[in-house]
């Protein structure tokens, strides 16, 4: 199964950790996709959710604590903009040169 599944994911020219230059994500934009959690997700849908456990498919057995959804890292859509991880050029003139 495990052979299977690998096939599976290097052969989908749609999974977002692929090695494609011209379609891939950036390291940064990968960096915020790591972050989002069932969790997350279940605190930013449900009506009046506060609190949540981290691992939301784990027994509060396990040892994880409830901790409150303002806790939790949020996805940071702006990396998904276009142009993003680009540097920004550098004005020239504007108001500030025309006031000088």
């Known amino acids: 199964i495990l052979k299977q599944m690998g096939k599976f994911r ?15 994500f ?13 969790a997350r997700v279940m605190c930013d849908n449900l009506d009046g959710a506060t609190r ?12 994880q604590e409830v901790v409150d959804c303002a806790d939790l890292d949020y996805v940071d859509l702006k990396e998904f903009s276009q142009g993003a991880g680009v540097e920004p050029m550098e004005e020239t003139g504007g108001e500030e040169s025309a006031a000088a």
Do not use: C, N
Not at 10 to 24: Q, V
Not at 26 to 38: G, S, V
């Open 26 to 38: 950036t390291l940064t934009q990968l960096d915020e996709i790591r972050k989002a959690t069932m």
């Open 52 to 63: 949540i456990q981290p691992w939301v498919f784990k027994t509060l057995e396990s040892g």
């Open 10 to 24: 290097s052969g989908d020219r749609f999974w977002y950790e692929r090695d494609d230059h011209l379609t891939a």
